[in-house]
């Protein structure tokens, strides 16, 4: 076998292993963007636990198709990134909605993983306004807080008034 040939089986069993190993995963065309400002993009995603590789279309079409994810080879054509998260499903989302507001930005997401269900541009947009996963436990522990803290005082109120009679 050709060395070339075994490198590029090699790559793509990393990349299969990283679509299998990342909770959510997306496509996006950075074609126009400097590259001062495609460094920009891939500092704030390494900040938010987000991994951007640019891989060739060709392993990429492979290790998604290996994953188990071949409707997503698709969106594989043309100059094209892959952001790898691990843990949060909602970063990559929100870094990359929130470039496509920024004026004579070329960042197109295209479509997505999270959790093994192939998602849109619309559905990657909701879920780019999602709380991050740390606000969402804050919001339920202090929802449960709250029902608790009402439960103890409607306790205290009928201990109350059983004293009283």
């Known amino acids: 076998m050709k060395e070339s040939i075994q490198k590029k089986a ?22 126009g963007l400097t590259v001062a400002k495609f460094q920009e993009v891939r500092r704030e995603m390494r900040a938010a636990g987000v991994e951007v590789s640019v891989l060739k279309n060709n392993i990429s079409r492979r290790a998604a198709t290996e994953a188990g994810y071949a409707d997503f080879t698709d969106a594989l054509s043309g100059p094209v990134a892959l952001a790898f998260a691990k843990d949060d499903v909602v970063a990559p989302a929100k870094v990359l909605f929130s470039k496509l507001g920024e004026e004579n930005n070329k960042i197109e997401v295209i479509k997505g993983i999270v959790d093994g269900d192939i998602y849109s ?25 709250g029902s608790v803290n009402q439960l103890a005082i409607g306790l205290n109120l009928v201990a109350e008034k059983k004293e009283q009679e």
């Open 121 to 145: 541009f619309d559905q990657l947009k909701e879920l780019s306004v999602l709380p991050s996963y740390e606000t969402l436990l804050t919001q339920l522990a202090f929802g449960l807080l």
């Open 10 to 31: 090699e790559e793509v069993v990393v990349a299969t292993e990283r679509f299998k190993n990342s909770a959510a995963v997306i496509a996006f065309k950075y074609q």
